[in-house]
């Protein structure tokens, strides 16, 4: 059975912290690099930070510095911290695998909702 499930989100206040979660299905999980995806208002959703099956991460520059993307492959768990969020990191946080060249994602969790006040 396939399952994203995204939690954590919330309303914190510019210069606040939130670690979210989201468990997955080994099927999307098992040795396949992960990704933490960002919705904002009005805008299609766009890729934050990836990490690979041993480890490697890398961000979009936005947040580099403020967010770490982790994963617990025995749980089947991928984490994300953001600390010193800035209203501009307000959206709906996704958690998937990161699509290469034989693997495209084809279903998606209902994700949580991160909102960032000035």
């Known amino acids: 059975q396939v399952q994203l499930v995204e939690s954590g989100g919330g309303l914190v206040q510019a210069g606040g912290s939130l670690r979210l979660s989201c468990a997955a299905s080994?099927?999307?999980?098992?040795?396949?690099?992960m990704a933490w995806y960002r919705q904002a208002p009005g805008k299609q959703r766009q890729l934050v930070a990836t990490?690979?099956?041993?480890?490697?991460?890398t961000y979009v520059d936005s947040v580099k510095g403020r967010f770490t993307i982790s994963r617990d492959n025995a749980k089947n768990t991928l984490y994300l911290q953001m600390n010193s969020l800035k209203p501009e990191d307000t959206g709906v946080y996704y958690c998937?695998?990161?699509?290469?060249?034989?693997?495209?994602?084809?279903?998606w969790g209902q994700g949580t909702q991160v909102t960032v006040s000035s």
């Open positions: 998937n695998g990161l699509p290469n060249i034989v693997w495209v994602p084809n279903y």
């Open positions: 080994g099927s999307i999980f098992s040795n396949r690099a």
């Open positions: 990490i690979s099956n041993d480890g490697r991460t």
